[in-house]
């Protein structure tokens, strides 16, 4: 199992930007992909983004293409979420994830940490 922290959330007005982090600890070999998604009270948990650590291929979800940018940091076993020209529909709580392979479920989960967007 490993181990997902993250970090970063906060207040953003709308057209800013924010960073979130999340730190994989333990059984880090079960973190070939990582990603986010985010949910608000009453609706599902949504796909936000995802790295590769391999290649750094990424994956998003439509909503955010373009103005949020997934990253990582391998030797720190940490990837980011650059969240550029934010929208109010962004506020959520986030949450990291990781999982081995690209086919399989996303079965480490971290703690979330809320995003809230002023207009």
């Known amino acids: 199992q490993v181990h997902l922290v993250e970090s970063g959330g906060g207040s953003a007005q709308a057209g800013g930007s924010l960073r979130i982090s999340c730190e994989a600890s333990?059984?880090?070999?079960?973190?070939?992909?990582m990603g986010w998604f985010r949910q608000t009270p009453g609706k599902e948990r949504e796909f936000v983004a995802a790295i590769r650590r391999s290649d750094n291929e990424t994956y998003y979800g439509d909503s955010v293409k373009g103005r949020f940018t997934i990253s990582r940091d391998n030797a720190k076993n940490t990837v980011y979420l650059q969240m550029n020209r934010m929208k109010p529909e962004d506020a959520a709580v986030y949450y990291c994830?990781?999982?081995?392979?690209?086919?399989?479920?996303?079965?480490?989960w971290g703690q979330g940490t809320q995003v809230t967007v002023s207009s």
């Open positions: 333990g059984r880090t070999s079960s973190s070939n992909i």
């Open positions: 994830a990781a999982k081995e392979t690209v086919r399989g479920n996303f079965g480490s």
